[in-house]
């Protein structure tokens, strides 16, 4: 793979979810969500781990950031259970320390809530799938933190960029990272044709305000 380039990621993972239908759209026919929430949008980045070329660009991805910003990494830890595959081929190519972050302690054995060895004061980078509200992230990485290591960020495929989720993130103080985004995958599905320019607005409007879409 040539160098890549960061600031035209967000365009080619976009373009990559839209081609391969992890990401579906659907502004006048809206998903509902298991929280209830209205969305005309669906995300489904696992379908990421069927194609090659497309998980090696995501892993360079992460590993690219990692390196300009976090060159001080020890581990790399995955989220359980869609960041888990991701986290893997990320550390592989940093020849970095593997973990992964259970949603919650096991209830049996050792109860353990992260898988393989993070030791207190390493530093730690957490990968990510998907950013909605961020709550389960922050709490993986919290559960870093708890183990008495340091997180140095959360990286993540996507983000739908809720206000919220930055505020969460922000009120923990978790620098957060996305290789992909809700703008640059509107913009990339006008220019591939998913959805017609009249939609924009529509979808932007979902994004400002999830909890009111389709009342």
């Known amino acids: 793979m040539s160098k890549l380039t960061l600031t035209e990621l967000p365009d080619q993972i976009a373009k990559s979810l839209l081609e391969i239908e992890a990401v579906a759209l659907q502004p006048n026919d809206p998903f509902t969500w298991t929280s209830g929430i209205k969305s005309p949008i669906y995300c489904d980045n696992r379908l990421t781990m069927t194609y090659p070329a497309i998980r090696d660009l995501i892993a360079e991805g992460f590993a690219t950031i990692i390196r300009e910003q976090y060159p001080d990494a020890d581990v790399i830890a995955g989220t359980s259970t869609a960041g888990i595959p991701h986290a893997a081929w990320v550390a592989q190519k940093l020849n970095l320390p593997m973990a992964y972050i259970r949603d919650k302690a096991k209830g049996h054995g050792k109860q353990n809530q992260i898988e393989g060895k993070v030791l207190p004061g390493q530093k730690v980078v957490v990968i990510e799938d998907l950013i909605s509200t961020g709550g389960s992230s922050i709490k993986a990485?919290?559960?870093?933190?708890?183990?008495?290591?340091?997180?140095?960020?959360?990286?993540?495929?996507?983000?739908?960029?809720?206000?919220?989720?930055?505020?969460?993130?922000?009120?923990?103080?978790?620098?957060?990272?996305?290789?992909?985004?809700?703008?640059?995958?509107?913009?990339?599905?006008?220019?591939?044709?998913?959805v017609a320019a009249g939609d924009v607005a529509t979808l932007q409007a979902w994004r400002q305000d999830p909890q009111s879409f389709g009342k």
């Open 141 to 194: 990485a919290l559960a870093v933190r708890e183990a008495g290591a340091e997180v140095l960020a959360v990286l993540a495929i996507f983000t739908y960029e809720f206000e919220s989720a930055k505020q969460a993130f922000e009120a923990e103080q978790v620098p957060l990272a996305t290789l992909s985004n809700y703008s640059a995958l509107i913009d990339s599905a006008v220019q591939l044709g998913k």
